[in-house]
């Protein structure tokens, strides 16, 4: 996601920030309204309520990952290399995004935000790859279909992310090989 703009994307981005250092039960708005370098008056206005902001924080959540995710592909051409740049976001996403461990911080919540997210994750994936999926070869055999095969490759995503490979560039070769996909390492910038 770009530089935050507005009053209420500096209070999402402090929030998130928050959530990921601390977990979401020490969250409280005053220290959300100062990190965020905002008024209480302000974050008030936005969200009056941590009910409000964590609902608004789940949106943002979902933008930063669709946009990472359609920025990717978007920046190849032809399905294979937009597969395989879909792939290696896929793989990178949460470490990049969540930080090294907030399982650790609060457990239920990191699985509860996983489990929630894996169905939008999987209609983002099959909206922006579309086609690109067919080329995987169990979903040119009929085997699966292209959101079975979506949320199998976000699965294994949230797999390394709770129990880190320790080789995400192996596990990445091996992801790319299911797709039916040269298993080796490609720069994000190739395209």
Do not use: C
Not at 3 to 8: D, E, G, L, R, V
Not at 39 to 45: A, G, N
Not at 146 to 172: K, N
Request: charged share 20%.
């Amino acid at each position: 996601m770009t530089k935050p703009s507005s009053n209420a994307e500096l209070i999402l981005a402090a929030a998130r920030r928050a959530v990921i250092a601390k977990g979401p039960g020490t969250l409280t708005l005053s220290a959300v309204a100062a990190a965020a370098s905002v008024s209480r008056p302000t974050l008030y206005r936005w969200f009056p309520t941590k009910a409000h902001l964590f609902a608004a924080l789940t949106g943002y959540e979902r933008a930063i990952f669709d946009e990472g995710l359609e920025a990717e592909i978007r920046a190849h051409r032809t399905a294979s290399r937009q597969l395989d740049a879909a792939l290696q976001f896929l793989v990178t996403y949460l470490d990049a995004s969540l930080g090294p461990d907030p399982v650790g911080v609060d457990p239920a919540f990191a699985l509860r935000s996983l489990s929630d997210s894996l169905p939008t994750q999987v209609e983002t994936l099959v909206r922006l790859l579309g086609p690109s999926l067919d080329q995987v070869p169990i979903v040119s055999r009929g085997a699966l279909s292209r959101a079975q095969v979506a949320e199998m490759f976000l699965r294994l995503a949230y797999s390394h992310y709770l129990v880190p490979h320790p080789d995400p560039d192996e596990l990445l070769a091996t992801v790319r090989t299911l797709a039916g996909l040269p298993g080796r390492h490609r720069s994000r910038s190739a395209g």
